[in-house]
């Protein structure tokens, strides 16, 4: 398939259906607005394809975003397009965890059933394993306040002004966030860049540019480049509309305060 100069091999319908196969309202759309169908198309090609990012990696995006607008039938389409470009398993387990903490446990729970039905049933651990410091066998995980602070402070730059807030009121909630986000932003196997990229376009979906440039910054500092940071979040076009562009766009812009590319 080539685009460009305002022609394509293939029809605007055919193109949406590689990312969308089971649009029974296409059809309708084509007919009354087959312009408007070219430019879903396009944007649709650049989600399929590799580019910047990997095919694959978009489908998982897609899907993470499809957990967030409760699609369960879409959920299972991107995750199944993400395993047959060869996503590993291990990196989509640890997507949903930065799901979890972006979205909460509906998303997630979604994405997770997804997860299985398209690499099959997960494999048991074994239970609970044994691991140092913590009552019956239970790893144990230090957190306070001034860790937390620490934690922020290199993340950020600063201490954010919501971040002392919870600290000051509720303890125990800021090491719980601490905890949560250290584990869920750095220590999945899904890789750091990818991650952020991840919460990118769920942030881009949900229309929040103050998310997206705090994962921007992110996504920057891990080896991002502009061009993967625009990738991630176009993939929420077709799901949230023209307008997660916007935000998308600022986020990104704001985000060049931080160098892009290999450190």
Same mark, same amino acid.
């Given at each position: 398939?080539?685009? /460009? #100069?305002?022609?394509?091999?293939?029809? %605007?319908?055919? $193109? =949406?259906?590689?990312?969308?196969?089971?649009? +029974?309202? *296409? @059809?309708?759309?084509? /007919? #009354?607005?087959?312009?408007?169908?070219? %430019?879903?198309? $396009? =944007?649709?090609?650049?989600?399929?394809?590799? +580019?910047? *990012? @990997?095919?694959?990696?978009?489908?998982?995006?897609?899907?993470?975003?499809?957990?967030?607008?409760?699609?369960?039938?879409?959920?299972?389409?991107?995750?199944?397009?993400?395993?047959?470009?060869?996503?590993?398993?291990?990196?989509?387990?640890?997507?949903?965890?930065?799901?979890?903490?972006?979205?909460?446990?509906?998303?997630?729970?979604?994405?997770?059933?997804?997860?299985?039905?398209?690499?099959?049933?997960?494999?048991?651990?074994?239970?609970?394993?044994?691991?140092?410091?913590?009552?019956?066998?239970?790893?144990?995980?230090?957190?306070?306040?001034?860790?937390?602070?620490?934690?922020?402070?290199?993340?950020?730059?600063?201490?954010?002004?919501?971040?002392?807030?919870?600290?000051?009121?509720?303890?125990?909630?800021?090491?719980?966030?601490?905890?949560?986000?250290?584990?869920?932003?750095?220590?999945?196997?899904?890789?750091?860049?990818?991650?952020?990229?991840?919460?990118?376009?769920?942030?881009?979906?949900?229309?929040?540019?103050?998310?997206?440039?705090?994962?921007?910054?992110?996504?920057?500092?891990?080896?991002?480049?502009?061009?993967?940071?625009?990738?991630?979040?176009?993939?929420?076009?077709?799901?949230?509309?023209?307008?997660?562009?916007?935000?998308?766009?600022?986020?990104?812009?704001?985000?060049?305060?931080?160098?892009?590319?290999?450190?």
């Amino acid at each position: 398939m080539t685009v /460009g #100069s305002g022609t394509t091999e293939m029809s %605007g319908s055919r $193109r =949406v259906a590689e990312l969308l196969p089971d649009a +029974g309202w *296409l @059809p309708r759309l084509a /007919g #009354s607005a087959p312009k408007f169908v070219e %430019g879903l198309a $396009r =944007v649709s090609d650049v989600i399929v394809a590799d +580019g910047a *990012l @990997p095919a694959g990696l978009k489908a998982m995006f897609a899907a993470a975003i499809c957990a967030v607008k409760r699609d369960e039938p879409l959920v299972g389409h991107f995750l199944a397009a993400a395993a047959r470009a060869g996503v590993p398993r291990e990196h989509v387990e640890g997507a949903s965890v930065g799901l979890l903490i972006s979205r909460g446990v509906v998303p997630h729970g979604l994405f997770v059933a997804g997860t299985d039905q398209a690499y099959g049933p997960a494999r048991s651990d074994g239970g609970p394993g044994g691991s140092d410091g913590g009552p019956g066998g239970e790893p144990a995980f230090d957190a306070d306040v001034p860790g937390a602070y620490a934690y922020f402070q290199e993340y950020f730059g600063f201490v954010p002004d919501y971040v002392e807030l919870l600290g000051e009121r509720a303890a125990k909630g800021l090491e719980g966030y601490f905890l949560m986000r250290e584990s869920s932003l750095g220590e999945t196997p899904l890789p750091a860049r990818d991650m952020e990229l991840l919460l990118c376009a769920v942030n881009a979906a949900e229309y929040q540019s103050r998310f997206v440039a705090i994962h921007a910054r992110g996504a920057r500092r891990a080896g991002a480049t502009e061009e993967q940071l625009v990738e991630a979040a176009l993939t929420a076009m077709p799901f949230a509309g023209v307008a997660s562009w916007l935000p998308a766009a600022q986020g990104v812009i704001d985000s060049r305060d931080v160098p892009s590319g290999p450190q």
